[in-house]
């Protein structure tokens, strides 16, 4: 069955250093989507993406978030100048096949990242 | 406000048991997700649904859109079904709402 792929699984960083996050989403699914879960606490939403652009975001995804598709198969999250409070675990999911909405959606298993 | 309530916060159940796990929401969805998230963090969805109820497997969810509330049910639980289960409404749009979720823990 086809899975969403994230890379790293465990990311460490400096704070103020800039982390990148790797998604593989399912190849025929085109909405994709960033959630994080700090530890202990519920998972929330990021942003949602569909055909190149943010359809929705979080109040969590401010100017230090930014996403980006580089080419058919990656979905990336950047966190620029990582604060002790970005430490979560990140989730990438997506959904759609062939581009129909509210469709199932898929998580990969998760990077946690940790700000030291 | 998009709210979603789940209980109980912690069940712990006699393996063969029926579990039964509850989620309510504050106002209309377009569809709701049922997830298990596994002690290492990975979730998988179990269900998504809008109406009625599916089953798969030992696993059945249930939903009453009148009255705001979803059900997960588990036959005949074994040890390998502990985990935290998780609601997540979808309220309109794309994005999903997350429950706190339910640890369940199945004792052999």
């Known amino acids: ?116 | 406000k998009n709210e979603v309530e789940q209980s109980p916060q912690n069940l712990t159940a006699q393996e063969g048991e029926f579990i039964t796990i509850n989620c309510s929401y504050s106002v209309g969805i377009s569809a709701l997700h049922w997830l298990q998230q596994h002690p290492g963090g990975g979730i998988v969805s179990l269900f998504m649904l809008s109406s009625g109820k599916k089953k798969h497997g030992r696993l059945i969810a249930t939903i009453n859109i009148q009255e705001k509330h979803s059900s997960l049910h588990i036959t005949a639980s074994h040890p390998r079904d502990s985990a935290v289960y998780i609601c997540a409404p979808r309220f309109g749009n794309e994005k999903l709402t997350f429950g706190t979720g339910t640890r369940l823990t199945i004792i052999p």
Not at chain 1, 3 to 24: A, F
Not at chain 1, 102 to 107: A, C, D, L, S
């Open chain 1, 1 to 116: 069955e086809p899975e969403v792929t994230q890379t790293p699984s465990h990311q460490v960083t400096q704070m103020g250093q800039e982390v990148i996050l790797r998604c593989v989403p399912i190849s025929n699914h085109l909405y994709f989507y960033w959630y994080r879960q700090i530890l202990g606490q519920k998972v929330e939403f990021l942003v949602s993406f569909y055909n190149n652009e943010i359809s929705e975001k979080s109040e969590i995804f401010d100017d230090q978030f930014s996403v980006e598709r580089p080419d058919g198969s990656n979905f990336t999250l950047k966190i620029r100048s990582t604060k002790l409070e970005d430490s979560a675990m990140y989730f990438c999911a997506s959904s759609g096949e062939q581009g129909a909405p509210f469709q199932p959606q898929h998580f990969g298993d998760g990077t946690r990242l940790s700000i030291l």
